[in-house]
């Protein structure tokens, strides 16, 4: 739904920003149901039931203005964006997880961005493209609020109407106070009368809200920035210059065959293809030997018979160990990125030695990366799952992913746009995959298990509430383990059998309370299993 926009013309293409918005009819009757409806799920509520609701409204809102021959349907990735958003915003209703929270504003952001430029192919452009059309039109919001026309002449017709009633509205009054004095029963109906209307006028004012106003205010602009578009070229005019494979450079060569020649005299000696090959072999080469040295190391330590020793500093061995492996794997990333950017994919004396070098060393720190998730599989199995624990596995996914691409790069002469482009795809399942799991159950009952000694309790305690089942059908074990509750400074507070009980009682009065005062918009549908099982 494109709404016509007038721009300033004294502006450039891009910077062109609307000065004023016409809409649609059905941008009109869009605009306010759904400020309304947004309003109506999400005041005092949280996300759950409402979330699925709003986003099915606008995406049928925003489709309906797009004809069946325009070229948003065409596209791939718009259609990959709107199942995300369907999908990610089920999953709202599901868990009101807050990684499927995110994952549903991310997808329809993008589907937006997408709808607006459909030609885009990163998803992080869409996202841009997404927010600078809405602040595109937040800016333009205000014209939709126009004064009447001919104010001058509307306000002196009122006042001469006004005053024909003067005389009438005086008789009434008298009349009314007559019949108040001659009939009680009169005098009776009328107190009651305005009994009712000032019961109802303080009912009205004490309901008043300002943060409701602004609530309302801040719905009315995020439907218009969902619902309205305004072209915006910026980001698909810079992503139009870029190609999947990298090209051969010839400009600024002494000759008349290349499209720039530069016949000037080279003052400084420049570093040749020879040289450049030289330097990224030996690097390679170098690197490659140290790597494997390190390699060799984890594999023996870390791969086969890792046994935990007493006194042995296992986040130290994590933490540390896990954060500089992954930024030099990071590192190697870019350097390799580096030397394959330009011509020295067509230098063809040294190109096959080059690149046996770079795949060597791409295996390498992907033996580095699963060391790496061994590292975290040992700290998992001794100490329990967590969320930044599950992200360090997700975020090695992504890892050996872009390393497998960065191997299509040095083997296809890929650009480093198309690594852009399909790690960003990448990094979005990754998104979906987060939000459909239901990975606090999941933490909760492996840090239940009786193998595992020492249980952080009051982490458990303080998940959502569809883990109390899982709590409650494992009280009977917490004799078994060792319990206790990290502070916010980083040390621990050891607990007992029978504070823990106390705990997750309290934690489950709490629960039944706050479900039988939720209205229907908060529902998820794994907070009503949990309140049915308990």
């Not at 590192?331 to 330009?342: D, E, G, N, P, Y």
């Not at 960003?424 to 009952?445: F, H, K, M, P, T």
């Amino acid at each position: 739904m494109y709404p016509t926009s007038l721009l300033n013309p004294a502006a450039t293409p891009n910077e062109a920003a609307p000065s004023k918005l016409v809409l649609t009819t059905l941008q009109k009757l869009a605009l306010p149901v759904g400020a309304l409806l947004f309003d109506l799920l999400f005041w005092q509520e949280r996300a759950g039931l409402n979330m699925l609701l709003y986003t099915v409204v606008v995406v049928l809102a925003t489709a309906a203005g797009r004809p069946h021959y325009a070229p948003q349907w065409r596209s791939g990735y718009a259609w990959l964006l709107l199942l995300g958003t369907l999908g990610s915003a089920g999953l709202v209703a599901w868990y009101g997880s807050g990684a499927a929270i995110l994952a549903c504003w991310v997808s329809l952001a993008g589907w937006l961005g997408y709808l607006n430029q459909p030609h885009l192919r990163l998803v992080s452009n869409a996202l841009l493209t997404a927010l600078a059309n809405a602040a595109h039109v937040l800016m333009a919001l205000p014209t939709l609020v126009r004064m009447p026309t001919n104010v001058s002449g509307q306000l002196g017709r009122f006042w001469f109407y006004a005053r024909l009633l003067v005389v009438p509205l005086i008789t009434l009054f008298l009349f009314h106070v007559l019949f108040v004095v001659a009939n009680p029963q009169y005098e009776a109906l009328s107190e009651r009368a305005l009994y009712a209307l000032s019961e109802w006028l303080v009912a009205l004012f004490s309901r008043f809200s300002l943060a409701h106003v602004l609530f309302f205010v801040a719905g009315l602009a995020l439907t218009a920035a969902v619902l309205l578009f305004v072209p915006v070229h910026y980001f698909a005019d810079r992503e139009s210059r870029f190609g999947e494979f990298v090209q051969r450079k010839r400009d600024q060569v002494a000759s008349f065959s290349v499209r720039r020649p530069d016949f000037r005299r080279q003052e400084r000696g420049s570093l040749d293809l020879r040289k450049e090959f030289l330097v990224a072999a030996g690097l390679l080469g170098l690197v490659n030997v140290l790597l494997l040295v390190v390699n060799i190391i984890d594999v023996n330590w870390i791969w086969f018979g890792f046994v935990r020793e007493p006194g042995f500093d296992l986040t130290q061995f994590v933490h540390e160990g896990t954060y500089v492996l992954i930024f030099s794997i990071l590192v190697a990333m870019s350097i390799l990125l580096w030397f394959f950017r330009r011509n020295l994919n067509f230098y063809r004396p040294g190109l096959p030695l080059l690149r046996v070098l770079a795949t060597v060393w791409v295996l390498q720190n992907a033996v580095l990366a699963v060391s790496v998730g061994l590292r975290n599989y040992y700290y998992i199995l001794y100490t329990g799952l967590a969320y930044k624990r599950l992200g360090v596995c997700f975020f090695l996914l992504l890892v050996l992913f872009g390393l497998g691409t960065l191997l299509l790069k040095i083997w296809q002469r890929r650009s480093a746009f198309s690594l852009v482009r399909l790690n960003s795809l990448a990094a979005y399942a990754a998104l979906l995959l987060l939000a459909a799991g239901n990975w606090e159950v999941w933490i909760a009952r492996y840090n239940l298990r009786p193998a595992l000694r020492n249980v952080d309790y009051g982490f458990l305690l303080a998940m959502p509430d569809r883990v109390l089942p899982t709590l409650v059908a494992h009280e009977g074990e917490l004799g078994q383990h060792q319990l206790q509750h990290e502070i916010y400074d980083g040390t621990h507070q050891f607990l007992s059998e029978a504070d823990a009980r106390t705990r997750l009682h309290k934690r489950l009065r709490q629960f039944r309370a706050q479900q039988q005062q939720r209205h229907w918009p908060s529902y998820t549908w794994a907070d009503w299993q949990a309140y049915q099982a308990l």
